[in-house]
T-cell receptor
Framework: NAGVTQTPKFQVLKTGQSMTLQCAQD?????MSWYRQDPGMGLRLIHY???????DQGEVPNGYNVSRSTTEDFPLRLLSAAPSQTSVYFC??????????????FGPGTRLTVL | AQSVTQLDSQVPVFEEAPVELRCNYS??????LFWYVQYPNQGLQLLLK??????LVKGINGFEAEFNKSQTSFHLRKPSVHISDTAEYFC????????????FGGGTRLMVKP
């Protein structure tokens, strides 16, 4: 199993450009989510999905779009990048439900710089 | 809404010394508690978790944490650290019966010196 994979690992954008961060998992997990990590602020939830066709907003959704057309993939789109979106982005997945054994598995991250 | 506070942003310590990384949380309902570790340029890896039962939880790499309900704390400890423990450590909570969403603290950078 590859686990949770993210591409690209690094990206530099100019203000106003758009791009898509890719996330895929091969564990048949229903739940997938995107976090951003900023110094001193830990990880903050951007969007999450509980299954194909179902998405919802997290704590910091503004400026980001998501869709979930398959169980495996959960791309994150920046429609018009802003310097405030410079961050490290992590995708995570788990089985659905708040049960104690539903550990979230994290991808290696995408480091995004917006100039 | 729940929140997590990690009281120290950086903790320098010498190799083979003991260490404690502090975590306090606030929530009006019961939560599950987690510690994650992030090695340089990597994703997050689960260290340990408290679900119920014994308040002392043992994790990987010799780490343990103690849940204190009255003080709403979940401090992480290791009796003797190694250079390879240098990493950032995150405390997180998940509200019971509220799905899979995690709320993270700001992180503590553990720097182990020779």
């Amino acid at each position: 199993n590859a686990g949770v994979t993210q591409t690209p690992k690094f990206q530099v954008l100019k203000t106003g450009q758009s791009m898509t961060l890719q996330c895929a998992q091969d564990m048949n997990h229903e739940y997938m989510s995107w976090y951003r990590q900023d110094p001193g602020m830990g990880l903050r939830l951007i969007h999450y999905s509980v299954g194909a066709g179902i998405t919802d907003q997290g704590e910091v959704p503004n400026g980001y779009n998501v869709s979930r057309s398959t169980t495996e993939d959960f791309p994150l789109r920046l429609l018009s990048a802003a310097p405030s979106q410079t961050s490290v982005y992590f995708c995570a997945s788990s089985y659905l439900g708040g049960g104690p054994y539903n550990e979230q598995f994290f991808g290696p991250g995408t480091r995004l710089t917006v100039l | 809404a729940q929140s997590v506070t990690q009281l120290d942003s950086q903790v320098p310590v010498f190799e083979e010394a003991p260490v404690e990384l502090r975590c306090n949380y606030s929530s009006s309902v019961s939560v599950y508690l987690f510690w994650y570790v992030q090695y340089p340029n990597q994703g997050l890896q689960l260290l340990l978790k408290y679900l119920s039962g014994s308040t002392l939880v043992k994790g990987i790499n010799g780490f343990e944490a103690e849940f204190n309900k009255s003080q709403t704390s979940f401090h992480l400890r290791k009796p003797s650290v190694h250079i390879s423990d240098t990493a950032e450590y995150f405390c997180a909570v998940r509200v019971l019966k509220a799905g899979n969403m995690l709320t993270f603290g700001g992180g503590t950078r553990l720097m182990v010196k020779p």
